[in-house]
């Protein structure tokens, strides 16, 4: 039996690693976008994370003909009226850096108070084929946004990222802890939970 193939819709390092993880015990090779010599160009014009999700996905099935999971991901702080939401990646500007992004955030959230910093972290799944969306799938993990970065680990906003039940920022935890509650390790587990279903669609 052909083992199957999954292409991750993205090139972001952190990212495949996270999904490899979280998806190293099954039957199934991770491929990823860094790892084609002319991979496809995606954009996010969607306005929400599943739309963009469904969005990349699609471009990936369709340029390889192969089945492509894609993620969107990104923080929505309720004092900020759900920003930065899906423009998270580029809240400080197209390609900066995570302690840039940290930076303008708490720059943001300067006047706000302890009580009022709640914020979720959201992950979007799409797993589409080339003919169209096969499922998706999402997760969420609340928390609170510290007011200096905590931790050396993770990525983005995860050291001013505080998760109330370990007392910890996502950037203070082993990878393996963050990955069992995290927003994409939600909706990972969710995939996986639909997975024989997954597999039988697609033949």
Sequence with gaps: MTRRRLILATENEHKVREIRELLADLDIEVAHLGERDAPPELTETGATFADNAREK??????????????DDSGLMVDALGGAPGVRSARYAGEGASGAELCAKLLREMADVPDNERTARFVCALSLCGPVGEIGRWEGRVEGVITREPRGDGGFGYDPVFYYPPERLTFAQMPPERKNAVSHRGRALQAFRADLPAVLARLG
């Design 57 to 70: 996905a699609l471009a990936v099935a369709r340029a390889t003909g192969e089945p492509a999971l894609a």
